[in-house]
């Protein structure tokens, strides 16, 4: 069984808990912090997003089509749906001679709640383009027209461009691509697992990608400055990513991924480290919280940072009249 990660008190009394592991792993390999079980195979989930847009640039599709630094970071991200990340989705898809009816990711309200509640207000619809995934689905679709695969069933995981994608996860993470694991994610493409360890193993890749291919090296290194550049693409308002990453101060890429996931990308002088964390069961209240927690431990963030992220590290707890009653608790083992 995993170890408590996070403990939630109400007044002095521990009500509830979150077990998970963690692994945080240099880009050689070696492991700098192990919690529980950190072999088991885990979906990556929206994690995965900057490993996905690596096979669009090494394909060349990416400076075919003229994408910028902020398009690139939009599509390693999982966006809010405000009105900055939809026109940039718009924009992909414009420069690909594509619109929002191309895109198979669904419909649901923008996750930042003044964005949602404004078209509530104003009578507007919701649209495929404030999906969080949205950005995701225009990188696939660009990079499948670039090799002229087919893009009506580009959600399939026998289409090309998804088997292209994960080998690129395979190397990344430096595990068999037959042993990864396939599931379908939230908004309809194949989602991939791999062992906590190597999840962590390919965030570290990205931040120093020392043995790998020149073209695989030159795509990490673009891929994490267009991270740290325009964090706002990752995610938005009163998002942990964005304001991860913008404390950060360019060392620090992150991407958060659903049920619990999460994937740092740090640079420390010559070196690249990644940290992976699983909550067991989903809480995003606990998975934000030890983020920052192993963070700090690992003396990866100052005390400044630290306070920048205080909302995310230990987070008071309020009733209904905005009167502290509790504490959420990381504790890194």
């Known amino acids: ?35 529980g079980d ?11 997003k900057p490993f996905q847009v690596i096979p669009l640039i090494t394909c060349g599709a990416a400076d075919k089509f003229g994408f910028t630094e902020e398009e690139t970071a939009l599509m390693c991200g999982s966006h809010n749906g405000e009105q900055c990340h939809i026109e940039i989705v718009a924009r992909i ?22 964005t949602a509640r404004s078209i509530k207000e104003s009578g507007s619809v919701y649209s495929q383009l404030h999906n969080n995934c949205s950005g995701k689905h225009a990188a696939i679709l660009a990079g499948s027209l670039y090799m002229g695969y087919p893009i009506d069933d580009y959600l399939s995981a026998g289409h090309p461009w998804q088997k292209m994608i ?30 906590l360890y190597n999840a962590a193993l390919a965030a570290a890749v990205l931040a120093k990608p020392a043995g790998q291919s020149t073209d695989t090296a030159s795509v990490c290194q ?44 740090v640079r420390k002088e010559d070196e690249g480290i990644g940290i992976a964390v699983k909550i067991d069961d989903g809480a995003e209240r606990a998975r934000d919280a030890i983020v920052i927690e192993i963070l700090s431990a690992m003396k990866l963030l100052d005390k400044t940072q630290l306070t920048a992220l205080a909302k995310y590290h230990r987070p008071a707890i309020y009733n209904h009249k905005r009167i502290v009653v509790g504490r959420i608790n990381p504790i890194c083992p």
């Open 93 to 114: 898809l414009n420069k690909i001679g594509l619109d929002e009816q191309h895109l198979q990711c669904g419909i649901h309200p923008p996750l930042d709640k003044e």
């Open 1 to 35: 069984m995993n170890p408590i990660l996070v403990e939630i008190y109400r007044g002095g009394i521990v009500e509830s808990f979150h077990r998970g592991a963690a692994a945080a792993v240099d880009h050689e390999g070696k492991i700098l912090l192990e919690v």
């Open 166 to 195: 994960i080998e690129t996860i395979s190397t990344m993470c430096d595990y068999p691509a037959e042993r990864i694991g396939t599931g379908i994610d939230g908004c309809g493409v194949p989602v991939y697992a791999a062992p």
């Open 38 to 48: 950190i072999y088991k195979l885990t979906y990556l989930r929206s994690s995965a």
């Open 222 to 265: 673009r891929i994490f400055k267009a991270m740290i550049t325009y964090p706002y693409m990752i995610a938005g308002r009163n998002r942990i990513c964005t304001d991860l990453i913008t404390a950060g101060g360019g060392k620090i890429a992150a991407k958060a991924g659903a049920e619990g996931f999460y994937l740092v990308s």
